[in-house]
Every structure is written in C-alpha cells, then in structure tokens.
C-alpha cells in the first residue's frame, strides 16, 4: 500500500531517496492507494505529473482536472492538491517532487527565474496535455527523469537535476512560466479550508459537530459547507466520514485489531453504521475487505498517529 504522511498543516513529509537531496522521483500505480485516492495535502516542492496508462483526475485548489495518457501536469509550491481515480480505473504514472532549491544557488538566477513563478498567484499548476505545443518535449524529460532513477547509476540526480533545469528554461522561454501577478502565498479562503482539513485529520477519532469544524476555521457553518464544496466538492461531514473509511481500510490492511476496536478508533460509535456505510462506499463489508486484501498481520499495537497515506 502506498502512503503520504502529512504533518499536522497537511504539509507532506516527503520520504527523499536522500534526506541531503531533495529530489523525489516514483512510478507506481493509483490503485495501490487506499481508495484509489491521496488525501489532500500541500508542500513546498513543485509536483509533475505524468500520465503513463489510463486517466487520473487531480484537484488543485478545488480546480478538477481529468490527465489522460500522456499528459503532464506541473503543481506549483504550497498549493493544496490531491489525486484520485477517473471512474475507478486503475492509472500508472510518474510522481517527481522537486524542491526550488535546487535550480540554482545563484540568488540572482533564483530572482529572476524560479521565485516570480513560485509568487505568482495565477499559475496554480500548468496542464500540458499530450496534443499541446509543449506536451510532447515535456513527457519526454520527465520520461528520461524517471529511467534514470530506475537505472540508480551513480550521478543519476545530478542528470536528473539537469534535465529539469532544462525543461524549466524551455517552458521559461516559451512564456509558459512567465510572471504574472505576485500577492499573498494563499488566499484567505485556502488558508481556513487548510485549517479545517488539518483539524479533521487531527481529531477524526473523535466526535466531531458541524459546528466544531466550523470553529477550526473560525467561520460560519454556512461558509464552512461552501467552502469544502468548493475546494473538495463534499461536505464536511462527507469529507470526515471518507477520511475515516481510509483510516480503517490501512488498520484493516496493517493490523489484526478487531473490526469493532477498528470503527471505534476511527470515529464511528455504532459497528453497523461503520459497516453499512463501508459497504456503500466499497461494495464489501470490512470483513470482506480484509479478506480479500489478505493484508491483516499480527501487529495489533500500530498507534493511530503512525498512520500514512
């Protein structure tokens, strides 16, 4: 099962291949994701995507995008984004998480070159679907990036480094990075949506009110149902409910606790409502599903606060 671990902000704890190197680079397939899905998150580095097989829906500050084979996508840093599955079909792709630090250590290049796309407030992310200008040349470095992390020669980051300094002076010169307008690093709207997020996957355990979630950021009931349809299109207790469904799909995958001890844990008071609600989200009973995952072990004691997605 792959994971993101998210600091208490809902920033990611990036797992480099060198904690010295912050250079990520990963093929792997959605379906190896608890519910086909990552849980909402943000981060500093920048985040390309590209689509190997199949389709993958991804939302960036509650902009809904569907990649389909072969298109590339570009998250710019801080944004609160997050991938899932396009009808439930499974999709292969390539993650790269490249921190802005290493472009360059020239402050002058990083001024003139990197920083005006990190502040600018109109370029969330850049689609560059297969059939656009760029697509084509895009896929082809994040391509070469990805073989040579499987290849793990010795230097292959300062290669890998290389190309995407590259690939950001073509895309610079076409006018595809250009500035735009410079502002705050998030809207006020975002930054209390990111509260109220991180709020739910810090007490999701717990019983929680409409009114709770609200106060986490420090809003209206009303707005606070605006503003979850509008960046997640859910409701807060919709999103608090799947939150917890995923929670105890890694318990019933990780541990043998009981199913009972499970639903407890993750929230739900009643085993039937947890069951009926798991099915309805699964098509399976979490009997079933642990079943068929064949993933339960014998570790019982795994604490809530060392689950990752």
Same mark, same amino acid.
């Given at each position: 099962?792959?994971?993101?671990?998210?600091?208490?902000?809902?920033?990611?704890?990036?797992?480099?291949?060198?904690?010295?190197?912050?250079?990520?680079?990963?093929?792997?397939?959605?379906?190896?994701?608890?519910?086909?899905?990552?849980?909402?998150?943000?981060?500093?580095?920048?985040?390309?995507?590209?689509?190997?097989?199949?389709?993958?829906?991804?939302?960036?500050?509650?902009?809904?995008?569907?990649?389909?084979?072969?298109?590339?996508?570009?998250?710019?840093?801080?944004?609160?984004?997050?991938?899932?599955?396009?009808?439930?079909?499974?999709?292969?792709?390539?993650?790269?998480?490249?921190?802005?630090?290493?472009?360059?250590?020239?402050?002058?290049?990083?001024?003139?070159?990197? &920083?005006?796309?990190?502040?600018?407030?109109?370029?969330?992310?850049?689609?560059?679907?297969?059939?656009?200008?760029?697509?084509?040349? &895009?896929?082809?470095?994040?391509?070469?990036?990805?073989?040579?992390?499987?290849?793990?020669?010795?230097?292959?980051?300062?290669?890998?480094?290389?190309?995407?300094?590259?690939?950001?002076?073509?895309?610079?010169? !076409?006018?595809?990075?250009?500035?735009?307008?410079?502002?705050?690093?998030?809207?006020?709207?975002?930054?209390?949506?990111?509260?109220?997020?991180?709020?739910?996957?810090?007490?999701?355990?717990?019983?929680?009110?409409?009114?709770?979630?609200?106060?986490?950021?420090?809003?209206?009931?009303?707005?606070?149902?605006?503003?979850?349809?509008?960046?997640?299109?859910?409701?807060?207790?919709?999103?608090?409910?799947?939150?917890?469904?995923?929670?105890?799909?890694?318990?019933?995958?990780?541990?043998?606790?009981?199913?009972?001890?499970?639903?407890?844990?993750?929230?739900?008071?009643?085993?039937?409502?947890?069951?009926?609600?798991?099915?309805?989200?699964?098509?399976?009973?979490?009997?079933?599903?642990?079943?068929?995952?064949?993933?339960? !072990?014998?570790?019982?004691?795994?604490?809530?606060?060392?689950? &990752?997605?």
């Amino acid at each position: 099962m792959k994971s993101i671990e998210l600091m208490q902000d809902l920033s990611e704890i990036i797992q480099y291949e060198h904690t010295e190197i912050p250079l990520y680079i990963r093929t792997a397939d959605l379906c190896l994701y608890p519910d086909m899905s990552a849980p909402c998150h943000w981060h500093e580095d920048l985040e390309w995507i590209h689509i190997l097989e199949g389709k993958m829906c991804y939302d960036v500050n509650g902009r809904r995008l569907v990649l389909d084979s072969q298109d590339s996508l570009m998250v710019n840093a801080r944004q609160m984004h997050y991938g899932y599955s396009y009808k439930r079909h499974n999709c292969r792709f390539i993650c790269i998480l490249f921190h802005p630090s290493l472009f360059c250590q020239n402050q002058a290049l990083m001024q003139k070159y990197v &920083t005006p796309v990190l502040k600018n407030c109109s370029l969330e992310y850049l689609h560059l679907p297969s059939v656009h200008a760029h697509g084509p040349e &895009t896929a082809d470095f994040l391509l070469r990036i990805a073989a040579l992390k499987e290849s793990a020669a010795d230097g292959y980051e300062l290669e890998a480094i290389s190309l995407m300094q590259t690939l950001w002076s073509r895309l610079w010169s !076409c006018k595809e990075l250009g500035p735009g307008l410079e502002g705050q690093e998030t809207d006020e709207d975002l930054k209390i949506q990111k509260d109220m997020i991180s709020f739910l996957y810090q007490h999701y355990g717990e019983k929680i009110t409409l009114d709770e979630i609200a106060a986490s950021g420090n809003v209206s009931r009303s707005k606070c149902c605006r503003l979850f349809k509008h960046y997640l299109q859910q409701s807060p207790i919709d999103f608090l409910n799947a939150y917890r469904l995923k929670v105890s799909c890694h318990l019933l995958d990780n541990t043998s606790r009981s199913i009972t001890d499970i639903a407890l844990a993750c929230g739900f008071n009643h085993l039937s409502y947890y069951s009926r609600y798991f099915y309805n989200s699964y098509g399976c009973t979490p009997r079933e599903y642990r079943s068929q995952k064949g993933h339960a !072990c014998s570790d019982s004691s795994l604490p809530l606060e060392a689950i &990752t997605f």
